[in-house]
């Protein structure tokens, strides 16, 4: 299985602040990569897909980078509904795998 | 618009099966492909397996031994069934469906709201 690693688990920020979260995978995954926002009792909600797509209707402020092994996700002015569980997931081979995710929170 | 809604028991015992549906509205269950995807409480999701109305599921190595899957076209449902749980297998657990072609493939921007499943006596 390929894993998915998130680092940190944690991330305290502020509104207004550019905010970048990584995602590093343990073999090559080309771009066959999501990215989801998740809040409390809630679904996951995709965001980004091959790695730097913006899934329609989410704001221009997200934005993904990353090929290969490392993946980036970059909010660019945090608003105050950003603050979530965020996860990157592959989609390369199977079984698909998720990170373990990055908490976002108001410093 | 898609839509997907889980059902099903939120209890189970130790040692029994646990039995999920998933009613789909607003597509076909006779194309793209249809996950469940679980989630333990405070960690990631991870993927059970997929299953298309043709062809045969797939599932994740962790879990194959002990999952099911089926399709009921008539009804535009499909279903989980997980033999012999433990504690471990405690988690909100989702149907989701595939981006298809234009996403690559495997990402999921359709999900159902999830149910609890807690494992105990």
């Known amino acids: 299985d390929i894993q998915m690693t998130q680092s940190p688990s944690t991330l305290s920020a502020s509104v207004g602040d550019r905010v970048t979260i990584p995602c590093r995978a343990s073999?090559?995954?080309?771009?066959?990569l999501a990215w989801y926002q998740q809040k409390p009792g809630k679904a996951p909600k995709l965001l980004i897909y091959k790695a730097s797509t913006l899934e329609s209707g989410v704001p221009s402020r997200f934005s993904g980078s990353g090929s290969g092994t490392e993946f980036t996700l970059t909010i660019s002015s945090l608003q105050p509904d950003d603050f979530a569980t965020y996860y990157c997931?592959?989609?390369?081979?199977?079984?698909?795998?998720f990170g373990q995710g990055t908490k976002l929170e108001i410093k | 618009q898609v839509q997907l809604q889980e059902s099903g028991p939120g209890l189970v015992k130790p040692s029994e099966t646990l039995s999920l549906t998933c009613t789909v509205s607003?597509?076909?269950?006779?194309?793209?492909?249809w996950s469940w995807i679980r989630q333990p409480p405070g960690k990631g999701p991870e993927w059970i397996g997929y299953?298309?109305?043709?062809?045969?599921?797939d599932y994740n190595p962790s879990l194959k031994s002990r999952v099911t899957f089926s399709v009921d076209t008539s009804k535009n449902q499909f279903s989980l069934k997980l033999t012999s749980v433990t504690a471990a297998d405690t988690a909100v657990y989702y149907c989701?469906?595939?981006?298809?072609?234009?996403?690559?493939?495997?990402?999921?921007?359709?999900w159902g709201q999830g149910i609890l499943v807690t494992v105990s006596s």
């Open positions: 073999q090559s995954i080309s771009n066959w």
């Open positions: 299953v298309y109305f043709r062809g045969s599921p």
């Open positions: 989701a469906r595939e981006g298809g072609y234009s996403y690559g493939g495997g990402s999921f921007p359709y």
């Open positions: 607003g597509a076909s269950i006779s194309s793209n492909y």
């Open positions: 997931q592959q989609y390369n081979s199977y079984p698909y795998t």
